[in-house]
Nanobody, 114 residues
């Protein structure tokens, strides 16, 4: 079973930036479309960004132009660069495949103050 561990969250002011990382216990990024998800308090988990095996990316409208998903297959690490953060971006962020093939990691908390 693959383990996913997210990191890089923190507390920032609106307009700030954070870079999230998701490290997998083995090489999977060339096999699956990977994605970042987030869950805000009282809300369901939401797909934020995804990257296909060929490197094509896509984003939910609310983050397009501000967030960038990328990966480093040599490090088994998925990234989410988040710029111009807004209070609405505050959530716990998770990574997984687009089909939720693996168990969810602990997530990483992002807090954005106005």
């Amino acid at each position: 079973q693959v383990q996913l561990v997210e990191s890089g969250g923190g507390s920032v002011q609106a307009g700030g930036s954070l870079r999230l990382s998701c490290t997998a216990s083995r090489s999977i990024f060339d096999l699956y479309t990977m994605a970042w998800y987030r869950r805000a308090p009282g809300k369901q988990r939401e797909l934020v960004a995804r990257i296909t095996q060929s490197g094509t990316t896509d984003y939910v409208d609310s983050v397009r132009g501000r967030f960038t998903i990328s990966r480093d297959s040599t490090k088994n690490t998925l990234y989410l660069q988040m710029n111009s953060l807004k209070p609405d971006d505050a959530a716990v962020y998770f990574c997984n495949t687009i089909n939720w093939n693996f168990s969810w990691g602990p997530g990483t908390q992002v807090t954005v103050s106005s």
